[in-house]
């Protein structure tokens, strides 16, 4: 089972930008599809961007197009979430979390980190 810790969460203003780090320890990294999830207080947790185990295919959510950046660097187990032009909206505990294939459907990822908080005040 690959196991996962996010960081780089924090509190910024609307407009900021922040880069979540996911550090993966675990040998079926490198073959992995690999997301980013976030939940607000209240809500269910919702996909926000995912990426295939090479790095060749991504896919983003509406929500985030254009603002939000996903990437990976499999020689330091390690995934990556640039995050730009932040709104209130975008608060949230994001995770990262392992699929065996690209997908946008919670159910499909089977492993995944403890989260980290992102505040954006307006």
């Known amino acids: 089972q690959v196991q996962l810790v996010e960081s780089g969460g924090g509190l910024v203003q609307t407009g900021g930008s922040l880069r979540l780090s996911c550090a993966a320890s675990?040998?079926?990294?490198?073959?992995?599809?690999m997301g980013w999830f976030r939940q607000a207080p209240g809500k269910e947790r919702e996909f926000v961007a995912a990426?295939?185990?090479?790095?060749?295919?991504?896919y983003v959510a509406d929500s985030v197009m254009g603002r939000f950046t996903i990437s990976r660097a499999n020689a330091q187990n390690t995934l990556y979430l640039q995050m730009n032009s932040l709104k209130p909206e975008d608060t949230a505990v994001y995770y990262c979390?392992?699929?065996?294939?690209?997908?946008?459907?919670?159910?499909?990822?089977?492993?995944w980190g403890q989260g980290t908080q992102v505040t954006v005040s307006s």
């Open positions: 979390a392992r699929s065996s294939r690209l997908t946008t459907a919670t159910r499909e990822y089977d492993s």
């Open positions: 675990g040998r079926t990294f490198a073959s992995s599809t």
């Open positions: 990426i295939s185990w090479n790095g060749d295919r991504k």
